[in-house]
C-alpha cells in the first residue's frame, strides 16, 4: 500500500486534534499509536497495555480533548485508511480487509458498513 499517501492522510486526521491533544501527553501518545498500529489493532485494550494506562484514564482524557471515545477515533482511522484504498486503488476488498487487519472480507464488509452505511463495493463503485 501506499506509504506516502498513508503519511499524508495521516497528517490531515492528526491535524483534527493536534489542538486538544496538546492539553494532555496521554492523547498524543494515543493518536501516535493508533497511527502506528491501526492495521494490526482495533482493540482499545492493546493501546491501552501499549500506553501503560488504564481504561478508564484513556477514556477520560480522549473524550474531554476530543469528544470521541477512544474506540471511535481507532474505527475512524481504519474507515479512513479503507476509504482511501478503495477509491484510490483497484486493490481486491480481501487484500484492503487483510491490510487492515482483518481476518476475511465479509468481516471487514460488516465494519465497514455498519460505520459508513453503505458496503465497500458500493462506496467504490459511486460517483
Known amino acids: 500500500m501506499d506509504q506516502g499517501a498513508n503519511a499524508g492522510r495521516a497528517g490531515l486526521i492528526r491535524s483534527y486534534v493536534t489542538a486538544r491533544a496538546e492539553a494532555h ?9 493508533v497511527e502506528e498500529d491501526f492495521t494490526e489493532t482495533r482493540t ?18 480522549v473524550r474531554q480533548a476530543t469528544g470521541r471515545t477512544p474506540k471511535a477515533h481507532v474505527d475512524a ?25 482483518f481476518t476475511d472480507r465479509a468481516t471487514f464488509g460488516r465494519f465497514f458498513r455498519s460505520r459508513t452505511g ?5 462506496f467504490r463503485a459511486a460517483p
Open 25 to 33: 501527553p496521554l492523547v498524543a501518545a494515543f493518536w501516535q499509536a
Open 44 to 61: 482499545v485494550g492493546d493501546y491501552v497495555r501499549r500506553l501503560g494506562t488504564s481504561r478508564w484514564a484513556l477514556d477520560s482524557v
Open 77 to 101: 482511522r481504519v474507515i479512513s485508511e479503507a476509504k482511501h484504498l478503495l477509491l484510490h486503488s483497484s486493490v481486491p476488498a480481501a487484500s484492503i480487509a487483510a491490510h487492515l487487519g
Open 118 to 122: 453503505i458496503t465497500p463495493a458500493a
